[in-house]
Nanobody, 123 residues
Framework: VQLQASGGGLVQAGGSLRLSCAGSGRSFSNYVMGWFRQAPGKEREFVSIISWSVGRTYYTDSVKGRFFISRDNVKNTVYLQMNSLKPEDTAVYYC?????????????????WGQGTLVTVSS
């Protein structure tokens, strides 16, 4: 079972990136899927999650209106569209999957993690 994150890179402030997280080894269609990030010297923090059923979405306040999470259960993939990027968005972004009924922002509740993809936003 594996989550493979991709799509990170170097972008100027105000630019956009789309992260992808492809699952393999099992279906994640009934998992809560999330994106977390970790900046240098900081703890891993919640960014966004999407429920498995009706696709309800949640965002941390700092990315609301700029980031958008979506999922394609046929492709077993979750996406994070990041717009109007800021230097403070610079971090390694991780996708994760939780086998739970209720969406959760607690990293400890997630069962599977991707390897992380680096996003660097220059000013």
């Amino acid at each position: 079972v594996q989550l493979q994150a991709s799509g990170g890179g170097l972008v100027q402030a105000g630019g956009s990136l789309r992260l992808s997280c492809a699952g393999s080894g099992r279906s994640f269609s009934n998992y809560v899927m999330g994106w977390f990030r970790q900046a240098p010297g900081k703890e891993r923090e919640f960014v966004s999650i999407i429920s498995w059923s009706v696709g309800r979405t949640y965002y941390t306040d700092s990315v609301k209106g700029r980031f958008f999470i979506s999922r394609d259960n046929v492709k077993n993939t979750v996406y994070l569209q990041m717009n109007s990027l800021k230097p403070e968005d610079t971090a390694v972004y991780y996708c994760a999957a939780a086998n739970t009924w209720n969406p959760t922002m607690d990293p400890g509740a997630y069962d599977y993690w991707g390897q992380g993809t680096l996003v660097t936003v220059s000013s």
